[in-house]
C-alpha cells in the first residue's frame, strides 16, 4: 500500500519533466567552473563543488516538481476534459493532499540553498551568513544587500523561480497561464534564463554577462518551445478560461509566431564565441568563454535541427492540434537537453 501511494505522488510530479532543470543546473555549474570567470584559480574539482552541484541539481528537480503539483492543483477543471487520467481528476490524490505535497517541494527546494556558496567558502554549515573568508571583500561589494547579493545569490535565483511558477498558475499572483503571452514569459524565464544562471552561480558569480547570455539562449527558446503542448490541449484550456497561443492567435498563425524560438536562439551560441563581452572590455575574452570551437559547432548543429523541427510544425500545423505528442514536443525536449550537455563539454574542453 504504501508503495503504491508513493509511485503515485512520483508519478504527480511528472518525473520525465525533471530532466531538463536537472541537466540545465548541471550543465550551468559546468559551464562556470571551465569559463574565464571561475573564482579558483587553479580550476580544482573539490567535493564541495561536487556535493554544491548535486544539491543545486536536486533542488532544480525539486522546485519544478512543485511547479508541476501546484499546476495541476488550479488545472483540475481543465485535466477533467484534457486529461482526466491525472492523480486530482482521477480521484488518486485528494487536492488537501496536494497542497501539503507541494509546499514540503518547494521548501525542500529553496531552503537548501542558502547554504550555497562559492570559492573562497569551503563549507556551507559555518558560513550562514557571509564566509568569514569573503568579509575582507565586503567594502568592494558596496553594501551588505550586495554582499548577500554576492554570496548568495542562488538562494535568491531559486526564490525567484519559485515565485513565477507560483504566478504561472495562482490567481492570487496573475495566473499567467491564461495569457498566451504572460504564460510562455513565466515559463521562459524561471526554466529557461533563471535556470541556467543557478547552475552558474553555484560555481561562479552572478554578476558576470555570461551567465545570463547563456540563460537568455534558452529564455528565448522556451518563450516560443513552451507552447509546443498548448495545441493538443486547446479544448480544456478554452473551457478553463487560458487563452494560449494557438487559441488566441489560431493554430496556423501561433505555428508561425513560435517557429523562430527553434532556431534563432542557438544561433546566439556561435556569435557568444565570436564577440568580444562588452562588460568587461579590460578582460579581453568573447561573451561565452568555453572552448569556441565547439561552441561554434554545438550551435550551428542545434540551429539545423531547429530548422528541421520548425519544417515538422510547418508543414502541416493542424496536425499539432490533432496529435496528442507531436514530434515538436518530443524534439523540444532533447533539443533542450542536448544543448545542455553540449554546453558542458565546450566549456571542458580547453
Not at 487536492?95 to 517541494?105: E, G, I, K, N, Q
Not at 554578476?207 to 490541449?233: C, H, N, Q
Request: hydrophobic share 50%.
Amino acid at each position: 500500500m504504501f508503495s503504491l501511494k508513493l509511485r503515485q505522488f512520483v508519478t504527480f510530479t511528472r518525473p520525465f519533466t525533471l530532466l531538463p532543470p536537472t541537466f540545465g543546473v548541471i550543465s550551468g555549474a559546468i559551464c562556470a567552473w571551465g569559463s574565464y570567470w571561475n573564482p579558483d584559480p587553479g580550476h580544482t574539482v573539490t567535493l564541495h563543488v561536487m556535493l554544491t552541484v548535486v544539491l543545486g541539481s536536486l533542488c532544480a528537480a525539486l522546485l519544478n516538481a512543485a511547479s508541476n503539483v501546484i499546476n495541476q492543483i488550479y488545472d483540475l477543471e481543465i485535466d477533467r476534459v484534457n486529461k482526466p487520467e491525472r492523480m486530482i481528476p482521477s480521484g488518486q490524490i485528494s487536492v488537501h493532499a496536494s497542497w501539503v505535497y507541494t509546499w514540503v517541494l518547494y521548501a525542500a527546494a529553496v531552503i537548501p540553498t542558502w547554504f550555497v556558496v562559492i570559492f573562497p567558502a569551503t563549507s556551507w554549515l559555518d558560513r550562514l551568513l557571509v564566509p568569514e573568508g569573503a568579509r575582507a571583500s565586503l567594502a568592494g561589494v558596496g553594501s551588505w544587500s550586495g554582499a548577500l547579493l554576492t554570496w548568495h545569490a542562488c538562494f535568491f535565483i531559486y526564490i525567484a523561480g519559485m515565485i513565477f511558477t507560483f504566478a504561472y498558475s495562482a490567481p492570487v499572483l496573475g495566473r499567467t497561464k491564461r495569457h498566451a503571452i504572460g504564460a510562455n514569459l513565466t515559463i521562459a524565464i524561471p526554466r529557461g534564463m533563471l535556470l541556467k544562471v543557478a547552475g552558474w552561480c553555484m560555481v561562479g558569480p552572478v554578476l558576470a554577462a555570461e551567465p545570463w547570455f547563456l540563460g537568455l539562449i534558452f529564455g528565448l527558446f522556451l518563450l516560443g518551445a513552451a507552447s509546443t503542448k498548448d495545441f493538443s490541449d486547446m479544448e480544456g484550456d478554452r473551457q478553463g478560461g487560458c487563452y494560449t497561443l494557438p487559441i488566441r492567435f489560431g493554430v496556423r498563425r501561433a505555428a508561425w509566431m513560435m517557429a523562430p524560438s527553434f532556431v534563432i536562439p542557438w544561433l546566439l551560441i556561435p556569435l557568444g564565441a565570436l564577440m568580444a563581452d562588452p562588460f568587461d572590455a579590460g578582460g579581453g575574452h568573447t561573451i561565452l568563454t568555453g572552448n569556441s570551437t565547439a561552441l561554434i559547432i554545438l550551435g550551428l548543429l542545434l540551429t539545423s535541427w531547429g530548422l528541421y523541427t520548425v519544417w515538422l510544425i510547418l508543414r502541416d500545423p493542424d496536425a499539432m492540434a490533432t496529435t496528442e505528442n507531436h514530434p515538436s514536443w518530443t524534439h523540444m525536449y532533447l533539443m533542450m537537453m542536448t544543448a545542455q550537455i553540449g554546453l558542458a563539454v565546450a566549456y571542458l574542453i580547453p
